[in-house]
């Protein structure tokens, strides 16, 4: 059961980060649940580096927008690093130790951002690092 529920995390999650690709793309509105929300109910974190940025601003609003049509989405929490590495790492531990069961991450800082997501992995949070490689 723990696998089933781990999967159904990490299709949320990874969802999410492909929908940020495709973020401002389409504007039609959906009321069918879809395929891949999973039936346990769950959390979700969004760290951003630096969420500053237009595009960063879409792709938030973006991740809102599919996590409202999952309704095992209990909550979004969004963390904004603004620009500031230390500020990044908290909000991942910060998260993290709010029990999110699953992150999303932009890991603007590169290296210096890797053991946060090491200990969100660990702490047995399913994390995704979002468009740019930790290491």
Do not use: H
């Amino acid at each position: 059961m723990t696998r089933r529920r781990g999967g159904a995390i990490l299709a949320v999650a990874l969802l999410c980060g492909a929908v940020l690709v495709t973020a401002g793309t389409s504007s039609a509105k959906t009321t069918a649940v879809p395929s891949w929300c999973g039936p346990k109910k769950i959390t979700l974190g969004l760290t951003d580096g630096f969420g500053g940025n237009s595009w960063r601003l879409v792709t938030t609003a973006s991740a809102r927008n599919e996590a409202a049509k999952c309704p095992s989405v209990t909550s979004l929490t969004y963390a904004d690093g603004q620009g500031n590495t230390q500020k990044a790492i908290s909000d991942i531990q910060g998260m993290v130790a709010k029990g999110v069961n699953a992150i999303v991450v932009f890991p603007d800082a590169g290296k210096a951002i890797l053991p946060a997501l090491t200990s969100s992995f660990k702490a047995g949070v399913v994390t995704v690092p979002y468009r740019v490689t930790p290491s």
